[in-house]
C-alpha cells in the first residue's frame, strides 16, 4: 500500500512565524497535492505538483507557497502564519494511471 | 463557482436502515466520480467509484449510482452502521486534468 506521511499530526504556531508542514511519499507517484479543510467548506486545493520543481496553484493559494525539490516531498510553507490559517491540512497523491487519491493524516495547525 | 455540490450537510439514520447521500454536479467534462470518507483527525479514505459508461457500481454494503443526464450520483449503504459515522465527500474528474474536485462533504450519523 501506498504510505503518506504528514510530518506533525498537531501544530500551534505564532502569528506571523513562518511555518512548514512536510509530506513525503514512499512511492514513485508524479501528483501531489494540499488541500486545507475546514467545517462548512469541504476540500480546498492549495496547490498541486505534477512533477519535480513543478507547482501550480489551486483554488486558494493566497498566504501559501510549496516546494518540490525531491519527488517523494512535497512541502507546504505559510510564509507569515495568520489565524485565518488555522485548519486541517491534508497531503494527497495520486499516479497518473488511477484517479483515486490516498491522503495523509492530516496535521492539524493552530495559529494563536 | 462551485461545480460539485453536496447539499445535505447532514444526515441523520437509524443502525440498519438505508443512507442515501447526494451529490451534484455541474461540469459536463466530468467523466469518473469517486466517494471518500473522512473520520475526525484522519485523512479521507477511498470508499467507491464510478465511471461515466457506467449507471451502477456495488461494493458489499456500498453502492453508487449515476445518473448522467441528470449530473447526479448518490451513494447507498445498506445496512447502516454506527462505525459508517463519518464525513462523506463526492469527487469528480474530467479531461486531460488528474486533480479532483470536491463537494463540501456531507455528515453522516448512524444511531445505534
Known amino acids: 500500500d501506498v504510505k503518506v506521511t504528514q510530518s506533525s499530526r498537531y501544530l500551534v504556531k505564532r502569528t506571523g512565524e513562518k511555518v512548514f508542514l512536510e509530506c513525503v511519499q514512499d512511492?514513485?507517484?508524479?501528483?501531489m497535492f494540499w488541500y486545507r479543510q475546514d467545517p462548512g467548506l469541504g476540500l480546498r486545493l492549495i496547490y498541486f505538483?505534477?512533477?519535480?520543481?513543478?507547482?501550480e496553484k489551486g483554488d486558494i493559494p493566497e498566504g501559501y507557497s510549496v516546494s518540490r525539490e525531491k519527488k517523494e516531498r512535497f512541502s507546504l510553507i505559510l510564509e507569515s502564519a495568520s489565524t485565518n490559517q488555522t485548519s486541517m491540512y491534508l497531503c494527497?497523491?495520486?499516479?497518473?494511471?488511477?484517479?483515486?487519491?490516498?491522503f495523509g493524516s492530516g496535521t492539524r495547525l493552530t495559529v494563536v | 463557482d462551485q461545480q460539485v455540490k453536496q447539499n445535505s450537510p447532514s444526515l441523520s439514520v437509524q443502525e440498519g436502515r438505508i443512507s442515501i447521500l447526494n451529490c451534484d454536479y455541474t461540469?459536463?467534462?466530468?467523466?469518473?466520480f469517486l466517494w471518500y470518507k473522512k473520520y475526525p483527525a484522519e485523512g479521507p479514505t477511498f470508499l467507491i467509484s464510478?465511471?461515466?459508461?457506467?449507471d451502477k457500481n456495488e461494493d458489499g454494503r456500498f453502492t453508487v449510482f449515476l445518473n448522467k443526464s441528470a449530473k447526479h450520483l448518490s451513494l447507498h449503504i445498506v445496512p447502516s452502521q454506527p462505525g459508517d459515522s463519518a464525513v462523506y465527500f463526492c469527487?469528480?474528474?474530467?479531461?486531460?486534468?488528474?486533480?479532483?474536485?470536491f463537494g463540501k462533504g456531507t455528515l453522516l450519523t448512524v444511531n445505534p
Open positions: 505538483s505534477y512533477d519535480v520543481k513543478m507547482k
Open positions: 494527497a497523491l495520486s499516479s497518473q494511471v488511477n484517479y483515486g487519491y490516498t
Open positions: 464510478i465511471s461515466s459508461i457506467k
Open positions: 461540469n459536463s467534462m466530468f467523466d469518473y
Open positions: 512511492m514513485d507517484h508524479e501528483n
Open positions: 469527487a469528480a474528474v474530467g479531461g486531460s486534468n488528474y486533480k479532483l474536485t
